[in-house]
């Protein structure tokens, strides 16, 4: 895997992961450490040269919030055009013993940072929704959230949530 290839697999992921927890009567950030999980090959999307879909798989750790602990586990699918990703779907589900809380990506962008030809940095944020939550997880059901994601290695990356 070529070092952009990882770098995109690891940020393309993190579109999903922004369902870390949070206390339900605030709006409070919550961060979490997450890693790609396979490769994601990018495949051909319609007539234009450029397009392509992408779909990313991840996993996280929730670091706060009313699941802080959990494992999470998502897939995302991109649409590609050159260097700005736009999300088409993502969805995933915060799982812990005693509670869970799964979540809709509803928003998404991803933009690369270029200089002489090279990546040298990328950006992605959107908006989400939780569907259902149950147990500790119960104070996340229905909200809404956004989400921001920055790199912290070439397939790894921090995801910070605000719940609304």
Same mark, same amino acid.
């Given at each position: 895997?070529?070092?952009?290839?990882?770098?995109?697999?690891?940020?393309?992921?993190?579109?999903?992961?922004?369902?870390?927890?949070?206390?339900?009567?605030?709006?409070?950030?919550?961060?979490?450490?997450?890693?790609?999980?396979?490769?994601?090959?990018?495949?051909?999307?319609?007539?234009?040269?450029?397009?392509?879909?992408?779909?990313?798989?991840?996993?996280?750790?929730?670091?706060?919030?009313?699941?802080?602990?959990?494992?999470?586990?998502?897939?995302?699918?991109?649409?590609?055009?050159?260097?700005?990703?736009?999300?088409?779907?993502?969805?995933?589900?915060? $799982?812990?013993?005693?509670?869970?809380?799964?979540?809709?990506?509803?928003?998404?962008?991803?933009?690369?940072?270029?200089?002489?030809?090279?990546?040298?940095?990328?950006?992605?944020?959107?908006?989400?929704?939780?569907?259902?939550?149950?147990?500790?997880?119960?104070?996340?059901?229905?909200?809404?959230?956004?989400? $921001?994601?920055?790199?912290?290695?070439?397939?790894?990356?921090?995801?910070?949530?605000?719940?609304?």
């Amino acid at each position: 895997m070529t070092k952009l290839s990882a770098v995109i697999s690891a940020f393309a992921a993190a579109g999903t992961m922004a369902v870390m927890g949070t206390a339900a009567a605030q709006s409070t950030t919550i961060k979490s450490t997450c890693q790609n999980v396979g490769g994601a090959a990018v495949e051909p999307f319609g007539t234009e040269p450029g397009h392509a879909l992408r779909e990313t798989t991840y996993s996280c750790t929730v670091n706060g919030g009313p699941l802080h602990g959990a494992a999470t586990t998502g897939t995302n699918i991109w649409h590609v055009r050159g260097n700005e990703w736009t999300l088409l779907t993502g969805q995933g589900a915060m $799982r812990r013993p005693d509670g869970i809380a799964v979540h809709l990506v509803t928003e998404g962008t991803l933009a690369f940072q270029m200089k002489d030809g090279k990546v040298t940095g990328w950006t992605a944020n959107g908006k989400g929704r939780y569907l259902a939550a149950s147990g500790a997880g119960t104070p996340l059901g229905g909200k809404n959230y956004q989400w $921001r994601v920055s790199p912290t290695g070439p397939t790894s990356f921090a995801i910070e949530t605000t719940v609304e």
